[in-house]
């Protein structure tokens, strides 16, 4: 798609579409309400050989701190203080008013199934 050698993707994450513009590819994204939105997480092995480390890390990843490291690279952060770069990125910031959360426990029984309808439709 960023290539050009598709005229559209039915499913992108928009914060993609826009660093690739921003970077030259000729694309750009149009949102279908609502927008569908998977829930993203972080999480500690059970068994990391440095849990503590990684404790302190995943602290900083979710702070304030660590979440304008994400912004600066054009991803959208999670932190309520922390704005994306490009608004509209996000719902209520002009382009688009609702998304459609899917939980990962709704993705991994779905997943499959939705795939296959995607196969069916759109690849024969």
């Known amino acids: 798609m960023i290539a050009g ?8 994450l928009n914060h993609h579409a826009y660093i690739s ?5 000729p694309v750009d994204w149009q949102v279908l309400e609502p927008a569908p939105a998977t829930i993203s997480s972080i999480g500690l092995a059970k068994n990391s050989p440095h849990p503590h480390a ?12 660590g979440q304008t490291v994400i912004q ?8 309520p203080e922390v704005p994306a770069l490009q608004p509209d990125l996000k719902p209520g910031g002009g382009r688009f008013e609702n998304a459609n959360y899917m939980s990962p426990d709704l993705l991994y ?7 296959d309808y995607f196969e069916r439709q759109f690849m024969k």
């Open 109 to 115: 029984e779905k997943g499959n199934e939705w795939a």
């Open 5 to 12: 050698e598709s005229p559209i993707a039915l499913q992108i």
């Open 72 to 79: 600066a690279a054009n991803y959208l952060p999670s932190h």
């Open 21 to 25: 513009k921003t970077a030259g590819a």
């Open 54 to 65: 990684a404790m302190l890390f995943l602290d900083f990843v979710l702070s304030k701190k």
